[in-house]
């Protein structure tokens, strides 16, 4: 058994590192685009923005923003450890920019026809956080 899986062998919570000035930009009122242009890799003003242009009723511009948000979380989850499964816990803040990303990735994969990569997104999430999977409401299409 590896020495960094449970007794399940199961494979152990991965929990992102702290992003403290973008976290406490965003949490200033920062507009989203002005602290992903800063902070890139912070999933969740990319998650904030693919919300953003969901509620705006433009699933194209969520779908492009929310990808962004998915993939430099799941660096940052690779970087951390995470070995393409396992749980991403919901309660760990770090990790809600990845997994409000990827909720809203499969909501704009909905929103524009893509059912196969909708659902695909729709698992990995209740796989990775049935937490975030019950915290995240589901969206509609536009």
Not at 20 to 29: L, N, P, V, W
Not at 38 to 57: D, N, T
Request: proline share 8%; net charge negative.
């Amino acid at each position: 058994m590896e020495l960094n899986q449970n007794l399940l062998g199961e494979p152990p919570e991965t929990r992102l590192p702290e992003a403290t000035e973008a976290r406490e930009a965003m949490a200033a009122g920062t507009d989203p685009a002005e602290v992903a242009a800063r902070h890139p890799s912070y999933s969740a003003a990319w998650a904030a923005l693919a919300e953003r242009a969901f509620e705006a009723g433009d699933p194209v511009a969520t779908y492009a923003y929310a990808r962004t948000g998915y993939h430099r979380g799941l660096d940052q989850l690779r970087r951390a450890g995470w070995k393409g499964h396992g749980p991403v816990p919901w309660d760990h803040e770090p990790n809600q920019g990845f997994l409000r990303s990827l909720h809203m990735l499969g909501a704009a994969a909905g929103a524009i026809g893509e059912d196969d990569e909708a659902e695909r997104c729709s698992t990995f999430l209740r796989d990775s956080s049935p937490a975030a999977a019950k915290a995240l409401r589901p969206q509609s299409g536009t």
